[in-house]
């Protein structure tokens, strides 16, 4: 299984980015984040089926996780950026035992494999 995610860049506030994560095989996909100096936070998550996606707090009805199967990418539309969204995005990938719980899904541990990151700077 092969993983790229891409899409990371410089943006203003309340301006937008789509960062895209392609990967071979999965089963469910998810964005973390980490920002300078703190822990990798959950950012959202989709199964493969589109039965179910999952969004941290911070992000609900800022951000939107879809996913084009065809192409094997899920990409992660992010409006409305805040300077506290600057971050290294990091994809990850559960390429095993079929798809998460709901509840599972913000889980690190969930997934199997993971991206190198791609840096989000919101800054004026």
């Known amino acids: 299984v092969q993983l790229q995610a891409s899409g990371g860049g410089l943006v203003q506030p309340g301006g937008s980015l789509r960062l895209s994560c392609a990967a071979s095989s999965w089963n469910a996909v998810a964005w973390f984040r980490q920002a300078p100096g703190k822990e990798r936070d959950f950012v959202a998550a989709v199964r493969w089926s589109g039965t179910a996606t999952k969004y941290a707090d911070s992000v609900k009805g800022r951000f939107t996780i879809s996913r084009d199967n065809a192409r094997n990418t899920v990409y992660l539309q992010m409006n409305g950026l805040k300077p506290e969204d600057t971050a290294l995005y990091y994809c990850?990938?559960?390429?095993?035992?079929?798809?998460?719980?709901?509840?599972?899904?913000?889980?690190?541990?969930?997934?199997?494999?993971w991206g190198q990151g791609t840096l989000v700077t919101v800054s004026s």
């Open positions: 990850a990938v559960k390429t095993r035992g079929g798809e998460p719980i709901l509840s599972f899904m913000a889980e690190e541990r969930a997934y199997d494999l």
